[in-house]
């Protein structure tokens, strides 16, 4: 058997995604991206929008597949890690289906895989206590705040235990402080659940919060410019304050200062972009 403490949660291998155009060469997402996950890491894309984050996330998820390059998913293709439900994956929409209850939403991708009742019951059961909704079962979406529905879409992802979680911008209709205060649960959950995630984010101190790497992308044709570890010691143990560190804000500057490396060629689309992203 393989040694699975050596094979990485995700490896990218020089992947490139050109959207055909009806007319013309079509459009270059990414160029040549390669990345690898550890087990158990947590690391986040940012960049302008645009710049390819969610396409590149969709790759890992075999939601879509790249024009060149590879990308495997605990050593196997993404097409089988997909089958083998590998990974758990989060939108910035919660898709909950409002005809069910909170706990009815977390036991569907249970269902359709064939895990009876009983199991289903007390994995939902556990789930809910996890993120914080105990008081929430039976409740259904249109009942709960932004939140509240984005812990259920977080749940149901976790709902098969997988070793990966995918989260395209989790958080990026929540306000400030709800926004805060899920980062603050995402840290626990992850050191619960000990799930490897790539995380798309607009903000810089969301992902310097959260992260081990924070991977800087640049804007068409997406690719990495950089990757800063940050230095902030294990993910698991960061707590609120946690903001207000030093070595925090040294990341925050670190990482603006590397999205903003266009602004300094002045290239006015450049600057553009670079408004899509949060600096405070
Ligand atoms: N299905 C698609 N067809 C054509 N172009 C696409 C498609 N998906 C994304 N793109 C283009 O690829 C680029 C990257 O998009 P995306 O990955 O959504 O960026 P981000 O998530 O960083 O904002 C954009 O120029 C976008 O218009
Ligand atoms: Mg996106």
Same mark, same amino acid.
């Given at each position: 058997m393989t040694n699975t403490t050596s094979v990485p949660a995700v490896d990218i291998h020089g992947v490139s995604r050109i959207f055909a155009a009806?007319?013309?060469? !079509?459009?270059?997402? #990414? +160029?040549?991206v390669s990345l690898t996950v550890a087990p158990g890491e947590f690391v986040s894309l940012i960049g302008p929008s645009g710049c390819g984050k969610s396409t590149l996330l969709r790759l890992v998820a075999d939601l879509d597949v790249p024009t060149s390059g590879s990308i495997e998913v605990f050593g196997k293709p993404a097409r089988q890690a997909r089958i083998d439900q590998d990974y758990g994956i989060v939108f910035?929409?919660? !898709?909950? #289906?409002?005809?069910?209850t909170v706990a009815g939403n977390i036991e569907l991708p249970l269902e359709l895989h064939g895990v009876g009742k009983a199991a289903r019951r007390r994995r939902a059961a556990e789930l809910i206590t996890l993120v914080g909704l105990s008081d929430f079962?039976?409740?259904?979406? +249109?009942? #709960?705040s932004g939140g509240m529905q984005q812990r259920v879409a977080i749940a149901r992802s976790l709902a098969e235990s997988p070793s990966l979680l995918l989260m395209d911008e989790?958080?990026?209709?929540?306000d400030e402080m709800t926004r805060e205060r899920m980062q603050n649960e995402l840290v626990r959950i992850c050191a619960e659940t000990q799930a490897a995630v790539v995380f798309v984010t607009h903000s810089i101190p969301e992902a310097v919060f959260l992260s081990n790497r924070v991977v800087v992308m640049s804007p068409r044709p997406g690719r990495i410019r950089s990757i800063v570890s940050?230095? #902030? !010691?294990?993910?698991?143990?960061?707590?609120?304050?946690l903001r207000e560190n030093e070595g925090f804000f040294h990341s925050l500057s670190e990482v603006r200062d590397l999205l903003h490396g266009d602004d300094a060629a002045g290239a006015s689309e450049n600057q553009a972009g670079a408004r899509g992203v949060e600096t405070r």
């Open positions: 009806r007319k013309g060469p !079509g459009v270059t997402a #990414l +160029d040549d910035q929409q919660a !898709g909950l #289906l409002p005809w069910r079962a039976s409740h259904y979406p +249109d009942q #709960l989790p958080f990026g209709a929540l940050v230095g #902030l !010691g294990d993910v698991s143990g960061r707590g609120e304050g």
